[in-house]
């Protein structure tokens, strides 16, 4: 029996329709996802988002209990205004990072209050920094340097992205060869395609421990969690729940990991054509 579910934002009730279900959920998937949660079944929105960027979607939603961004580094109560636990990368990591990247690398550094962009990159990707722009629902704060960046704020997460398949094979070999304090891993989703983004957390983070600890405030085991993931590092949580989903345009390495021949395992329709919502009827739960 299901007693909570754990969902992605971006490319499971997020898609691509602007004004229709982006930058928020379509309203009839709010809509549902509010009568599962008022029906007793928690539910709980985790993503690679920053916190400032999901509280967006999750007050459009209206669901008033913890959430998880930043890969897991943050727990948070955007409807009451709580940052309940974060999990913050040491400024001599951040700065060693910084110094391993080439300076034409699009960097971004966040906090749980905004994000922070060297200039002169920034300035040489107008369509690409619009358009991260528009996902995020918020600009990125233009510096010179990150060095007053990491001096005066505490940073949850970093983001690298990836333009090619050159650029993201250099970009890994630089970090993995040289940080061991961190965690990191590559995602995209549908509005960023093809870029490609490392997103770097402190060690340990990822949204698999996040699930874990949260599953054992809401005092149910993850045997009784329904996930719900579009990208391959999705799995990363949904491997420890005893029922999982994707949607039609989940990512076929994604879609390899599933067995939906099992009835505890299903794959919806589109983002685009509210395929949440075949989900959530499929286990009976709207």
Same mark, same amino acid.
């Given at each position: 029996?299901?007693?909570?579910? $754990?969902?992605?934002? &971006?490319?499971v009730?997020?898609g691509?329709?602007?004004g ?8 009839? $998937?709010?809509?549902?996802?509010r009568?599962?949660?008022d ?7 985790i993503?690679?988002?920053?916190? !400032?960027?999901?509280s967006?979607?999750?007050?459009y939603v ?7 961004? &930043?890969?897991g ?6 409807i ?6 974060? =999990?913050y990368?040491?400024?001599?990591d951040?700065?060693r ?8 690398t699009?960097?971004?550094? *966040?906090?749980?209050?905004?994000y ?5 990159v ?13 996902? /995020? +629902?918020?600009s990125?704060?233009?510096v010179?340097? !990150?060095d007053e960046v990491?001096?005066?704020?505490e940073v ?6 990836a333009?090619?398949s ?19 891993? %590559?995602?995209?989703?549908? @509005?960023?395609?093809?870029?490609e983004i490392?997103?770097i957390?402190?060690s #340990?983070?990822s949204?698999?421990?996040g699930?874990e600890a949260?599953?054992?405030?809401l005092r ?7 996930? $719900?993931?579009? /990208?391959?590092?999705? %799995?990363d *949580? ?17 879609k390899? =990991?599933?067995?939906?021949? &099992?009835?505890? +395992?299903?794959?919806? #329709?589109?983002? &685009?054509?509210? #395929?949440?919502?075949d989900?959530l009827? @499929? *286990?009976?739960?709207?």
């Open positions: 029996m299901i007693k909570a579910v $754990v969902l992605d934002i &971006d490319g009730v997020v691509t329709k602007k229709i279900n982006f930058p928020n959920p379509a309203p009839r $998937v709010s809509q549902a996802l009568k599962v949660h029906s007793g079944v928690p539910v709980v929105f993503t690679a988002k920053t916190s !400032f960027a999901a967006e979607n999750i007050k209206g669901i008033d209990n913890p959430h998880i961004a &930043d890969s580094a943050v727990l948070f109560n955007p009451r205004g709580e940052l309940l636990h974060i =999990k990368i040491s400024p001599s951040v700065h990072i910084i110094s391993l990247v080439p300076k034409s699009l960097v971004h550094l *966040f906090t749980t209050r905004g922070f962009v060297i200039k002169k920034q300035e040489k990707l107008p369509e690409f920094v619009k358009k991260y722009s528009d996902f /995020m +629902q918020r990125p704060i233009p010179d340097n !990150f990491i001096k005066n704020e949850v997460k970093i983001n690298i992205y333009f090619d050159k650029e993201k094979d250099k970009i890994t070999e630089i970090i993995s060869k040289s940080m061991k304090n961190i965690a990191y891993r %590559w995602a995209t989703n549908p @509005h960023l395609e093809p870029v490392m997103v957390t402190t #340990g983070v949204k698999r421990p699930v949260l599953t054992q405030d149910v085991s993850v045997d009784e969690v329904l996930g $719900v993931g579009d /990208m391959l590092q999705d %799995w *949580f949904l491997e420890v729940c005893g029922y999982k989903a994707t949607l039609a345009n989940g990512s076929k390495k994604l390899d =990991k599933l067995n939906f021949s &099992d009835e505890k +395992q299903f794959m919806g #329709g589109h983002v &685009d054509r509210d #395929g949440i919502l989900i009827k @499929h *286990f009976k739960l709207v």
